[in-house]
Nanobody
């Protein structure tokens, strides 16, 4: 069984910073972050492959940094220069890749709310 627990969400003013963390258990080898803004679909924020390759959504490049250790099943997201449009529920994600680009299913945490407003 795979379980994921996020922490670190909260309220910040525009231009502020916030760090999210996630700890997972079970058979996984890659982790990342997705988010769902009010009235929108869930989208990729950042992902770290089993080999440490990192992918960011265009909207957060240069502002967010993902770090973690897939072997220890931990991942963090440092969010800087936050904007109101970053307001969303952020979800920790985990996968088990059998080869590049191929995995079984997505596993999700319950989500943590990030609100950016003045």
């Amino acid at each position: 069984q795979v379980q994921l627990v996020e922490s670190g969400g909260g309220w910040v003013r525009p231009g502020g910073s916030l760090k999210l963390s996630c700890v997972a258990s079970g058979r996984i080898n890659a982790m990342g972050w997705f988010r769902r803004a009010p009235g929108k679909e869930r989208t990729l924020v950042a992902h770290m492959s089993k080999d440490g390759k990192i992918r960011y959504a265009d909207a957060v490049k240069g502002r967010f940094t993902i770090t973690g250790d897939n072997a220890q099943k931990t991942v963090s997201l440092e969010m800087n220069n936050l904007k109101p449009e970053d307001t969303a529920v952020y979800y920790c994600n985990a996968r088990y890749y059998i080869k590049e680009g191929v995995y079984g299913v997505d596993y999700w945490g319950n989500g943590t709310l990030v609100t950016v407003s003045s």
